[in-house]
């Protein structure tokens, strides 16, 4: 029985099936954690939705901003960009059982192995102010209103910048959105934990005054490994405490996936070279 941790896939299902070949998946045995961006622009967005549904719970996937950006566009809040590849899910007559399955899914995850070890799963960060269970509390209260009848209120407030910081005061949609931003879509934030949105570069070409989330002082999830995804410009981070996969799948990179044995020491990294699905950024 092997755990794994599976990068951003971005619709890429062709290098997800030799991936998955190449560790020998089996998903009566295995499990494969799938760290956000799930879809968008690679060209088979829809074959990786079915893909992961049909391997049952053996697939345990989290949401990534694309994902998120998927079900606005589902519900008319946003239109597609021109670099969307979106449109075989939005059509599709299976369309309403594919975008309710991923609605279902989580922000945040929690894998605790025999030894009882935690290794916690996010798509891009976790704001230094929150520990392990405050993350996975604030994951849910956006996978609630995920799951609501009201999602399409809920997806129309979701997107902007603001606010920057965390407050243990917000409330509505200031405080969903915060926490939406932090899960799905940080990189870098101030020393006093703003977070940025304006840079994508890798930490070592930082702009003066930002730091990776991972290297803020006080982070109070330090002790707990975190493996998460979305910097595809900062590529693999293999550190003991973090472990970084979005290795450029859908830019010409590599999907990339951290085995793990009995232990979170205990680690192979197996990867697939990808062919370019997007012009570089």
């Given at each position: 029985?092997s755990m794994?941790?599976?990068?951003d ?9 030799r ?13 494969l954690?799938?760290l ?18 049909a ?6 996937p ?5 994902d998120?950006h998927?079900?606005?566009a ?13 449109q075989g ?5 299976d ?19 025999a ?6 799963m ?7 102010a ?49 926490i ?5 879509r940080?990189?870098?934030?101030t020393?006093?934990g703003r ?12 702009s ?16 707990t490994?975190?493996?998460f ?6 590529g ?21 996936a951290?085995?793990?044995g ?20």
């Amino acid at each position: 029985m092997s755990m794994y941790c599976i990068g951003d896939i971005q619709g890429c299902d062709e290098a997800l099936g030799r991936l998955i070949e190449e560790v020998d998946f089996s998903p009566s045995r295995d499990t494969l954690y799938l760290l956000g961006d799930l879809v968008n622009r690679g060209p088979q967005s829809l074959q990786v939705l079915r893909r992961c549904i049909a391997l049952g719970d053996a697939v345990r996937p989290l949401l990534g901003n694309h994902d998120l950006h998927l079900l606005a566009a589902a519900h008319g809040v946003r239109p597609p960009g021109k670099r969307d590849t979106l449109q075989g899910i939005l059509q599709a007559p299976d369309r309403a059982a594919l975008l309710d399955w991923l609605r279902r899914q989580p922000l945040a995850r929690l894998h605790t192995t025999a030894a009882g070890e935690r290794l916690l799963m996010v798509h891009a960060g976790v704001l230094p102010a929150w520990d392990v269970d405050q993350t996975l509390a604030l994951a849910s209260e956006v996978e609630a209103a995920l799951r609501s009848d009201d999602l399409p209120s809920f997806l129309a407030t979701m997107y902007g910048n603001a606010p920057a910081a965390w407050s243990d005061g917000l409330e509505g949609a200031d405080r969903l959105r915060v926490i939406v931003n932090a899960l799905t879509r940080m990189r870098f934030c101030t020393p006093e934990g703003r977070m940025d949105f304006d840079s994508s570069d890798s930490a070592s070409e930082a702009s003066a005054g930002l730091l990776p989330w991972y290297d803020l002082q006080g982070r109070r999830t330090a002790d707990t490994p975190i493996a998460f995804g979305h910097w595809s410009t900062q590529g693999l981070v293999a550190r003991h405490d973090l472990i970084g996969l979005d290795t450029g799948c859908v830019w010409g990179g590599c999907l990339s996936a951290m085995r793990f044995g009995d232990s979170l020491a205990e680690r192979e990294l197996i990867q697939v070279h990808c062919e370019q699905q997007q012009p570089t950024k």
